[in-house]
């Protein structure tokens, strides 16, 4: 397990340092807390208030990842289902409604690509060459 927020990283953290960084969650500057099962496998806290919480969880794959849905968690609950995720209890994410969030690729605009700005470069040449006579 890997704790991480914007700037610090605790591996294989205890419960007083779970409890103590999901607090020091401001809204402000630190925002976001993750404890890391594997590279693709997280529970994540974002703070947008210091009573506010949302979550978010990944299962393995990019296609099975969840947010928290209604409203904002307070703290007591969000360090509560943190500790649970950490100790691999089954029904850490029981007293949670989540929602899937889809995983939508991104669409890259064909003057992004390769081709793209080998087309305009020949365009451009081209018009150089109008111009010029």
Same mark, same amino acid.
């Given at each position: 397990?890997?704790? =991480? =927020?914007?700037?610090?990283? +605790?591996?294989?953290?205890? @419960? #007083?340092? &779970?409890?103590?960084?999901? #607090? ?9 807390? =993750? ?16 009573? #506010? ?10 296609? !099975?990842?969840? !947010?928290?849905?209604? @409203? ?8 509560? &289902? +943190? ?8 029904? %850490? ?17 064909? +003057?992004?690509? %390769? ?6 470069? &020949? ?11």
């Amino acid at each position: 397990m890997t704790l =991480t =927020t914007h700037d610090t990283r +605790f591996d294989d953290p205890d @419960a #007083a340092t &779970i409890a103590k960084v999901l #607090a020091s969650l401001d809204g402000d500057r630190n925002v976001v807390a =993750t404890l890391e099962r594997a590279e693709a496998a997280y529970l994540q806290a974002e703070c947008s208030h210091p009573t #506010a919480f949302v979550l978010e969880y990944q299962d393995g794959v990019i296609e !099975r990842r969840y !947010r928290s849905r209604g @409203a904002a968690l307070p703290l007591g609950p969000v360090t509560d &289902i +943190f500790l649970a995720y950490a100790r691999s209890d089954a029904g %850490w994410n029981h007293d949670v409604e989540w929602e899937h969030v889809p995983y939508v690729p991104a669409k890259i605009p064909w +003057f992004s690509t %390769w081709w793209g700005y080998v087309v305009l470069l &020949i365009a451009v040449a081209l018009l150089i060459r109008w111009w010029r006579g």
